[in-house]
């Protein structure tokens, strides 16, 4: 079965393609496999594994492979890889070892955090303990965690993007910064595991993203406006729409965090997202023209003066000029190749 990413598979490899040679014949452990991150990696890898004869293997940990199965039938039956059944939280003792760890398991749902913010903590604080300890079972491997640009907190309207070096913090004391605290104490642990036993973490720090395989159905703006324009419906903004945000298409995302794992250096953080900042009104506006027929938009606050704008929009200079990447993809065709990726879906 051919992937229906196959022309953004290919698109990947003229960007990624000296990366993934570096990974040929590589035995890989892959946390959050599953998920959207994860099942673009894989969709990556078994590209480059049919086009470049790379051998790489990985095993991928996942809540559910009868569920993965049904959604990636042809991911979940590539030779290639093998899937473990478990909590992130207690790995199983034999696994093996491994040439490199991509730690991609993370509960970004806004629902867990709103009622249950400690087992979120715990997830993360916990998993990334013990993903750090099957990894010092293989030595000094590369090693790549995949945190958040939450880790900068809420960012002064003033400041346009934010860069790596931003000294900015969550608010430590509400429950509420669970997810945030979690990416920044998962980082530390990786700075520790460097310091113990060698360990060569690379920090990704991911902002917003669209694509294809991106939830339509839960706290993604993006997403659910995307869902809107597949149900015909109208666009409700809940907020004033004055919130800014970016977002990078998966593709793209998918080359930088290959290439953060390969080239970037050890316990450095890169950005990976989008510089575009747009509002969420804009958002709107921008994926209900891609329908075919014309959809409202519907926002129902009226903007406060008094109250400054929300923005979470990075720099990534730092990715750009260390390891030379760009943005490839331009917002507008990241949204209708994420629209035409779902309404083949729902023909089939």
Request: charged share 20%.
């Amino acid at each position: 079965m051919q992937s229906p990413v196959a022309d953004d598979l290919e698109r990947i490899l003229t960007w990624a393609a000296d990366d993934l040679r570096s990974l040929r014949g590589a035995r890989l452990f892959i946390t959050g496999g599953t998920g959207f991150v994860g099942t673009w990696l894989l969709e990556t890898l078994a590209w480059a594994n049919d086009r470049l004869q790379l051998d790489i293997r990985a095993l991928v940990l996942t809540r559910s492979a009868e569920r993965f199965a049904k959604s990636a039938p042809h991911l979940a039956s590539n030779s290639s890889f093998s899937f473990v059944h478990g909590d992130v939280r207690s790995l199983p003792n034999d696994l093996g070892s491994f040439d490199g760890i991509i730690h991609a398991a993370t509960p970004a749902s806004a629902e867990l955090l709103r009622n249950e913010p400690q087992l979120m903590l715990d997830t993360i604080v916990e998993g990334g303990k013990a993903v750090l300890e099957l990894a010092e079972r293989s030595g000094a491997i590369p090693f790549l965690f995949t945190s958040s640009g939450a880790v900068y907190g809420r960012l002064p309207a003033t400041l346009s993007h934010v860069e790596e070096n931003y000294d900015g913090a969550p608010d430590a004391v509400q429950p509420l910064s669970a997810y945030q605290e979690g990416k920044r104490i998962g980082e530390q642990q990786c700075a520790q595991a460097a310091n113990s036993f060698g360990l060569k973490p690379k920090i990704a720090r991911i902002f917003a993203q669209v694509g294809p395989y991106l939830p339509l159905d839960i706290h993604y703006a993006i997403g659910n406006f995307i869902k809107d324009v597949l149900e015909g419906r109208t666009i409700r903004i809940a907020g004033d729409g004055t919130t800014v945000r970016s977002y990078m298409y998966a593709a793209d995302m998918t080359a930088w965090l290959l290439a953060v794992f390969v080239r970037g250096a050890p316990l450095r953080a890169y950005n990976v997202g989008s510089e575009l900042a747009i509002s969420i009104a804009d958002l709107a506006g921008r994926v209900a023209a891609m329908a075919p027929r014309p959809l409202a938009v519907e926002i129902m606050q009226k903007p406060d003066a008094n109250r400054p704008v929300d923005r979470y929009v990075p720099a990534n200079r730092r990715a750009r000029e260390e390891l030379g990447l760009a943005e490839w993809t331009p917002l507008t065709e990241g949204i209708e190749r994420t629209i035409a990726f779902y309404e083949k879906r729902r023909t089939l």
